[in-house]
């Protein structure tokens, strides 16, 4: 076989390579590196409100998780209860539960992120 025909089955090859595997063009790599720093510099900001000795920029996130718990509270243990004494004292109020539809997420997010001070801890690099 001579050379000319390598080269041709040399181009087939590469052809079909890229075809099954492409390479990320430039542009997808530009965009995921502009991804990369947006989601950088929103952590720089978390980072600088957290650290922020006012109570109405760093306590924000402390008080969602204050408000979702204490709807959980309330719908789960301060309604059954209330219930209770009110059905003891015969009087009659409809109380029904709140809808956590919306609450819900918010703090199974915060829950599982929380899940990463757990990890800084057992890594000894929690702040004290």
């Given at each position: 076989m001579d050379i000319t025909g390598l080269?041709?089955?040399?181009?087939?090859?590469?052809t079909v390579?890229?075809?099954?595997?492409?390479?990320?063009?430039e542009a997808e790599k530009q965009q995921i590196a502009a991804a990369v720093m947006v989601?950088?510099?929103?952590?720089?900001i978390n980072k600088a409100e957290a650290a922020n000795p006012s109570v109405f920029v760093s306590g924000w996130r402390p008080?969602?998780?204050?408000?979702?718990?204490?709807?959980?509270?309330?719908?789960w243990i301060g309604i059954p209860v209330v219930k209770v004494?009110?059905?003891f004292f015969s009087v009659s109020l409809v109380v029904s539960q709140a809808d956590l539809?919306?609450?819900?997420?918010?703090l199974m997010g915060?829950?599982?992120?929380?899940?990463?001070?757990?990890i800084e801890k057992m890594n000894n690099v929690a702040a004290k």
């Amino acid at each position: 076989m001579d050379i000319t025909g390598l080269g041709a089955v040399s181009d087939l090859a590469s052809t079909v390579i890229n075809k099954i595997w492409p390479d990320k063009s430039e542009a997808e790599k530009q965009q995921i590196a502009a991804a990369v720093m947006v989601v950088q510099g929103q952590l720089d900001i978390n980072k600088a409100e957290a650290a922020n000795p006012s109570v109405f920029v760093s306590g924000w996130r402390p008080f969602i998780g204050w408000v979702c718990g204490s709807a959980c509270a309330w719908n789960w243990i301060g309604i059954p209860v209330v219930k209770v004494l009110l059905a003891f004292f015969s009087v009659s109020l409809v109380v029904s539960q709140a809808d956590l539809t919306e609450m819900l997420p918010i703090l199974m997010g915060m829950l599982g992120l929380g899940g990463l001070r757990t990890i800084e801890k057992m890594n000894n690099v929690a702040a004290k």
